[in-house]
């Protein structure tokens, strides 16, 4: 996690951010301690709605990117 803290911008641009779990995906999310910018992180969540929307074979649309990404940031941050 240090090395994700460390190299956020990184780790985030890499192809493999794209295949991680969603579980992982909501503990990053809540991470205060990144180093990247409010931009950067929602281009890197967005990038993987599109394969997660890819996984669930569903079609990569904004209703579709919307409901996979804010069904599961609405849980995260629904108790701050």
């Known amino acids: ?3 994700i803290r460390c190299q ?3 780790s ?4 493999e951010f794209e295949d991680i779990t969603e579980s992982t995906l909501l503990i990053l999310v809540k991470d205060d ?3 990247i910018s409010e ?3 929602f281009d890197a969540v967005k990038r ?3 394969k997660e929307c890819g996984r669930k074979e569903m079609d990569t649309n904004g209703t579709n990117l919307r409901q996979v990404i804010l069904i599961k940031m609405h ?3 629904s108790c701050y």
């Open 39 to 41: 931009t950067d992180l």
């Open 48 to 50: 993987w709605a599109v």
């Open 75 to 77: 849980n995260t941050f």
């Open 12 to 15: 985030f641009s890499n192809a």
């Open 1 to 3: 996690m240090n090395l």
């Open 8 to 10: 956020s911008r990184e």
């Open 33 to 35: 301690d990144l180093v």
